[in-house]
């Protein structure tokens, strides 16, 4: 009872330190990917552009909605979210935003967009009773200011935690605290304060102007608990956020694990059976070295089974001792590695295309890959923790 206590245990041990390697590698490629591509920072940019600006266009939204975005969209877009890096401080002085508030229009009154319209109506047709219609619009355009900018706004209140890593900025995490006083610091350069920038936000249709009102009206027009409410509500927000941009992750790592699970050919149900039959045969050569005569028949099919140059006893031990189940876990990816055990050799690649295509399609090796997929949604914290409560591991405790 013992004895088959242990062999289950042997491979609980075997699949379980499988998962985990490849679990570590699915968790390194997409790590190597989320910095080469500035995942998280485009994320987090996306999310303030969706707030302080609105979307790119009507119904539309910078933060990934589909499985294409995801995967294409966000990290390769040209349209990228993020704003132009600055090496330069912040600047001293917040100028006040070039808007004016949104009134309320007259009943018989023509509206601000209908008046907006009469003047440049107006100026057009002035300059085409001059004759100088050509460049008409160009001059105008000059003269009309530049759509608000936010977002732009937003990160020169944040320079100053930025650090350069290429043309945008590499800020991926903003403090809770340092974005409060940033919304404190676009207010003071209002005439009105916190209410005249709400009128400003509101007149160039920002999303942020319905946010900061209820935050307002909630503080009961009080500076301090207006930032303190700030500080919480942009908490709760980037709370919601990350486990937004954790299940995005998830489908990401999926992704990965069905690659990696397909290129490494790694059926965990086959694996299941290498280890015990690996046990088997090690326990065999266990009795026959404490004088017993059972584990005779394992180590002669064993030994019968390999070419005839290594069929010499004392051979085939050391290379089947040296070879564990677990150092041939990539025996069947497309490229596998073999690694000489005296270490005199450097290590050889070898190209198993035809095999592992033959490999891949048998459909008796499709369980085993279904349940290697599944195992590495888990991640390899998951299965580093099993593997330390099976073992007995305890983690350093500071």
């Known amino acids: ?76 877009s040209k349209d990228d979210p993020r704003p132009v890096h600055s090496p330069d401080p ?15 229009p007259a009943a018989d009154g023509p509206t601000a967009d209908t008046a907006e319209d009469l003047v440049v109506e107006e100026a057009v047709g002035a300059l085409a009773a001059e004759g100088a219609v050509e460049g008409a619009f160009d001059r105008l355009a000059a003269e009309v200011p530049a759509p608000i900018d936010m977002t732009a706004r937003l990160y020169e209140r944040l320079q100053e935690i930025d650090h350069p890593k290429g043309a945008r900025t ?22 009105n304060g916190i209410d005249g920038l709400l009128a400003k936000l509101e007149a160039i249709d920002s999303p942020l102007a319905g946010h900061l009102k209820g935050v307002w009206e909630g503080a009961q027009r009080d500076m301090g608990k207006f930032r303190k409410g700030v500080e919480n509500w942009f908490d709760g927000e980037m709370q919601r956020l990350s486990v937004l941009y954790g299940r995005y992750v998830k489908l990401v790592v999926f992704a990965l694990g069905v690659v990696l699970t397909l290129l490494f050919s790694m059926d965990s149900l086959e694996y299941g059976k290498t280890l015990l039959r690996d046990n088997a045969y090690r326990t065999g050569v266990t009795a026959i070295v404490g004088g017993g005569g059972d584990g005779y028949a394992a180590l002669k099919d064993k030994c019968a089974s390999v070419e005839a140059g290594v069929a010499e006893p004392y051979t085939c031990v050391t290379e089947s001792l040296s070879s564990p189940a677990l150092v041939k876990i990539f ?45 590495l949604l888990f991640g390899a914290s998951f299965w580093w923790d099993v593997l330390r409560r099976l073992t007995g591991v305890r983690g350093n405790r500071s």
């Open 90 to 104: 912040a600047p001293p002085v917040v100028e006040p935003m070039r808007v004016e508030p949104a009134g309320v």
């Open 331 to 375: 025996d069947h990816a497309i490229v596998s590695v073999t690694i000489p055990p005296d270490g005199s050799d450097d290590p050889s690649f070898h190209w198993n295309g035809g095999a592992w295509w033959d490999r891949l399609i048998a459909p008796g090796h499709w369980p085993g890959y279904l349940l290697t997929m599944v195992a």
């Open 170 to 191: 590499s800020i991926a995490n903003i403090p809770p605290e340092r974005f409060s006083g940033a919304v404190m610091e676009l207010a003071a350069a209002e005439e």
């Open 1 to 76: 009872m013992i004895l088959l206590i242990s062999i289950y245990i042997d491979l609980a041990i075997g699949l379980i330190l499988a998962f985990l390697l490849l679990s570590l590698l699915v968790s390194g490629i997409n790590e190597a990917f989320v910095r080469l591509l500035g995942i998280r920072s485009k994320f987090l940019w996306a999310y303030l552009r969706d707030t302080l600006d609105g979307g790119p266009g009507e119904g539309r939204s910078w933060i990934p909605s589909k499985i294409a975005d995801i995967f294409a969209k966000l990290p390769f």
